[in-house]
């Protein structure tokens, strides 16, 4: 089929078949990760935990609804079974994950594990009666075999599949084939669907320079190519809930994470005992929550990513703590700003961090130094509006919130509103100075074209937007006083995020050793100043020299409790060991490592680790502080 006429055949299509919301789980699943990962070095705790801890959220709250009267879970590609162990703790059901890998899991204790492949496994013999079968992120046309086994076996009562890596799907595997042949579709046409869903995944379109072979679908404009292969994958699934409706199942579509999270956000739904369509929300209608608050980062790439994760792991804290906590979630969406961000009249695109809770209760965490020092916007709000009529309702809700004596600022994204919105407020309570209450407002717009108004009257002694953007640009502060040297700076800022992330690594009270590349410029003299001042008992600065191909140092104390690196050379994991001799057992290291083009490599986390576990450090992680640019890591270990 030509490209053009594929394009307005799926968008036809695809804008008729249904998608509904998933529905929100408690704290539960939280608590239940929390406690699994623990201790625990890899992606799913750093680096991406914004990625995958809302994702077995959203997964488990909505699975859960469906397991009174279930026996047994089944997870199918198991893995390393974290999905399988945060339900199994949330519903008290018994697992069976079936996995061909052998490998590290976080297992619970009421877990049958089964090492096989799945095309050498049949339910029917492996699973009792009365099971809810559940697969996450199954790759390609592994959940084409999910589809096959499940309708074989009577023994599935209710299935949960969220597919992945559209883009490795082969025709003849497919189980809806059948399906995309009544449409039209044929198989020549795989690879035009499989094109566009690749470009779908990419939120800022993408360049020449990016795929050349994609230049006439690139010539379709970035919008259609993603609205094109979103519907794409909506079909897709249509066609394997085609195949499950055939053997029985009564069948729905979920989606439970927002794009900017992961593009693979489909949740296929299949009951033998449910009849779909249940009370759900059409995704389509959802915004972000009843309330919450919506930020921008400025900076580099990765910062949404980090400032994400920063909110999860506060959350983590709190429920470590207390048990429960006022961040109910953490989210990234993808979201156009109609008339620009600022004062630009075009759209443009962003990326934005969502926290889900009671604002006031939230926006405290806010004024943290650094988190003002990245966040450039935030949006608190507690309504909504789908209306179009965007100035009668904000209008309606300042009648509705403020006295006559009270005045209010205008903080309106885009700028337009407050243009519009002036004419609608007497004069005399307006003030961009001398107000009592802030007026928050965003036109919220979704790549697919959902839109809705969010907005929230803030009281000024709740949330002052003047004093946190002043915080923002204020100086940066050591002992009670400004530090004014640049270099100085980046080294406050960081033992700083350090201490407040690491409680453990502070240097409070601590001997310090700090292993620097030379004693140059005065950079260590600086560092050392910078640390006593920070509270340290004491510090001290070493340069490592290599001799025979080992790093060795001079002249150096022992007993140190503390190590920070600040080095640009060399192999950083050796020459930490050759600093072991002269720090205490279990003695807290860290220090930023300089990864450049290295930092975009995948598994790059996994690589520090094991470089570093090479070295005798067993307990690493890596981290990407906020203090950090996107090319750096932050390492923090200890000594054996």
């Given at each position: 089929?030509?490209?053009?006429?594929?394009?307005?055949?799926?968008?036809?299509?695809?804008?008729?078949?249904?998608?509904?919301?998933?529905?929100?789980?408690?704290?539960?699943?939280?608590?239940?990760?929390?406690?699994?990962?623990?201790?625990?070095?890899?992606?799913?705790?750093?680096?991406?935990?914004?990625?995958?801890?809302?994702?077995?959220?959203?997964?488990?709250?909505?699975?859960?609804?469906?397991?009174?009267?279930?026996?047994?879970?089944?997870?199918?590609?198991?893995?390393?079974?974290?999905?399988?162990?945060?339900?199994?703790?949330?519903?008290?059901?018994?697992?069976?994950?079936?996995?061909?890998?052998?490998?590290?899991?976080?297992?619970?204790?009421?877990?049958?594990?089964?090492?096989?492949?799945?095309?050498?496994?049949?339910?029917?013999?492996?699973?009792?009666?009365?099971?809810?079968?559940?697969?996450?992120?199954?790759?390609?046309?592994?959940?084409?075999?999910?589809?096959?086994?499940?309708?074989?076996?009577?023994?599935?009562?209710?299935?949960?599949?969220?597919?992945?890596?559209?883009?490795?799907i082969q025709w003849d595997s497919y189980t809806g084939t059948a399906y995309l042949t009544e449409l039209g579709f044929t198989k020549d046409d795989l690879p035009n669907f499989l094109d566009l869903i690749t470009m779908s995944r990419y939120s800022k379109g993408i360049s020449q320079k990016d795929c050349k072979r994609w230049t006439e679908l690139r010539d379709l404009g970035q919008s259609v190519c993603y609205q094109s292969g979103r519907h794409i994958r909506r079909i897709i699934e249509e066609g394997r809930m085609r195949a499950l409706q055939n053997a029985g199942f009564s069948t729905c579509l979920v989606q439970y994470a927002p794009d900017a999270v992961s593009p693979d956000n489909f949740l296929i739904l299949a009951s033998r005992r449910t009849v779909f369509p249940i009370p759900m929300t059409p995704a389509a209608q959802v915004f972000p929550s009843p309330q919450g608050l919506i930020m921008h980062a400025?900076?580099?790439?990765?910062?949404?990513?980090?400032?994400?994760?920063?909110?999860?792991?506060?959350?983590?804290?709190?429920?470590?703590?207390?048990?429960?906590?006022?961040?109910?979630?953490?989210?990234?969406?993808?979201?156009?700003?109609?008339?620009?961000?600022?004062?630009?009249?075009?759209?443009?695109?962003?990326?934005?961090?969502?926290?889900?809770?009671?604002?006031?209760?939230?926006?405290?965490?806010?004024?943290?130094?650094?988190?003002?020092?990245?966040?450039?916007?935030?949006?608190?709000?507690?309504?909504?509006?789908?209306?179009?009529?965007?100035?009668?309702?904000?209008?309606?809700?300042?009648?509705?919130?403020?006295?006559?004596?009270?005045?209010?600022?205008?903080?309106?994204?885009?700028?337009?509103?407050?243009?519009?919105?002036?004419?609608?407020?007497?004069?005399?309570?307006?003030?961009?100075?001398?107000?009592?209450?802030?007026?928050?407002?965003?036109?919220?717009?979704?790549?697919?074209?959902?839109?809705?108004?969010?907005?929230?009257?803030?009281?000024?002694?709740?949330?002052?937007?003047?004093?946190?953007?002043?915080?923002?640009?204020?100086?940066?502060?050591?002992?009670?006083?400004?530090?004014?040297?640049?270099?100085?700076?980046?080294?406050?800022?960081?033992?700083?995020?350090?201490?407040?992330?690491?409680?453990?690594?502070?240097?409070?009270?601590?001997?310090?050793?700090?292993?620097?590349?030379?004693?140059?410029?005065?950079?260590?003299?600086?560092?050392?100043?910078?640390?006593?001042?920070?509270?340290?008992?004491?510090?001290?600065?070493?340069?490592?020299?290599?001799?025979?191909?080992?790093?060795?140092?001079?002249?150096?104390?022992?007993?140190?409790?503390?190590?920070?690196?600040?080095?640009?050379?060399?192999?950083?994991?050796?020459?930490?060991?050759?600093?072991?001799?002269?720090?205490?057992?279990?003695?807290?290291?860290?220090?930023?490592?300089?990864?450049?083009?290295?930092?975009?490599?995948?598994?790059?986390?996994?690589?520090?680790?094991?470089?570093?576990?090479?070295?005798?450090?067993?307990?690493?992680?890596?981290?990407?502080?906020?203090?950090?640019?996107?090319?750096?890591?932050?390492?923090?270990?200890?000594?054996?």
């Open positions: 089929m030509e490209i053009g006429k594929l394009v307005e055949r799926v968008a036809e299509i695809g804008k008729g078949l249904e998608i509904k919301a998933s529905r929100r789980g408690g704290l539960e699943a939280a608590v239940v990760f929390q406690k699994a990962t623990e201790g625990t070095a890899t992606w799913y705790t750093i680096g991406k935990r914004q990625v995958h801890e809302p994702q077995l959220e959203a997964i488990a709250g909505e699975v859960q609804k469906y397991t009174e009267g279930i026996d047994t879970i089944v997870e199918l590609g198991a893995g390393k079974g974290l999905l399988g162990r945060v339900l199994q703790e949330v519903t008290k059901k018994p697992v069976i994950a079936i996995e061909r890998r052998d490998c590290t899991t976080y297992d619970g204790h009421d877990v049958t594990r089964l090492n096989a492949d799945l095309q050498e496994v049949s339910l029917n013999d492996t699973i009792p009666s009365n099971s809810l079968v559940i697969a996450k992120h199954f790759c390609g046309n592994a959940t084409d075999t999910a589809v096959t086994m499940i309708c074989a076996s009577p023994k599935v009562t209710v299935a949960a599949l969220a597919p992945c890596c559209h883009p490795q400025n900076g580099e790439q990765s910062v949404p990513d980090r400032v994400a994760e920063y909110w999860l792991e506060k959350r983590s804290v709190h429920l470590t703590e207390t048990g429960t906590s006022c961040i109910k979630s953490v989210e990234m969406h993808a979201i156009q700003f109609g008339g620009g961000m600022r004062k630009s009249d075009s759209d443009s695109n962003a990326i934005v961090v969502v926290v889900i809770g009671e604002p006031a209760e939230l926006l405290p965490i806010l004024e943290e130094p650094l988190l003002t020092r990245v966040v450039d916007m935030v949006i608190p709000f507690t309504t909504h509006s789908s209306s179009e009529r965007s100035v009668e309702f904000l209008s309606g809700l300042l009648k509705k919130t403020l006295k006559e004596s009270e005045s209010v600022r205008l903080c309106c994204v885009p700028r337009v509103l407050e243009k519009e919105l002036l004419p609608e407020v007497p004069t005399e309570q307006l003030s961009p100075t001398n107000f009592t209450h802030a007026l928050f407002a965003i036109d919220w717009k979704d790549r697919m074209g959902h839109r809705c108004l969010l907005a929230s009257v803030i009281p000024k002694d709740v949330f002052d937007m003047r004093k946190w953007r002043q915080a923002a640009c204020g100086a940066v502060m050591l002992a009670g006083k400004p530090v004014t040297k640049k270099n100085q700076k980046t080294v406050v800022m960081f033992i700083d995020e350090m201490e407040k992330r690491h409680p453990s690594h502070a240097c409070k009270g601590k001997k310090v050793v700090v292993v620097c590349d030379d004693f140059k410029d005065g950079n260590a003299d600086l560092i050392k100043s910078t640390i006593i001042a920070s509270g340290a008992a004491s510090a001290e600065c070493v340069v490592p020299i290599k001799k025979d191909d080992m790093w060795v140092v001079h002249d150096v104390s022992k007993n140190f409790d503390l190590a920070i690196f600040r080095l640009d050379r060399g192999d950083v994991p050796a020459i930490m060991r050759a600093m072991i001799p002269y720090l205490l057992p279990g003695s807290p290291i860290y220090g930023k490592v300089k990864l450049g083009v290295q930092s975009r490599g995948r598994r790059v986390t996994e690589k520090l680790v094991a470089a570093w576990k090479d070295a005798g450090f067993k307990k690493t992680l890596v981290w990407h502080f906020l203090t950090d640019k996107e090319t750096d890591r932050t390492i923090v270990s200890r000594t054996p």
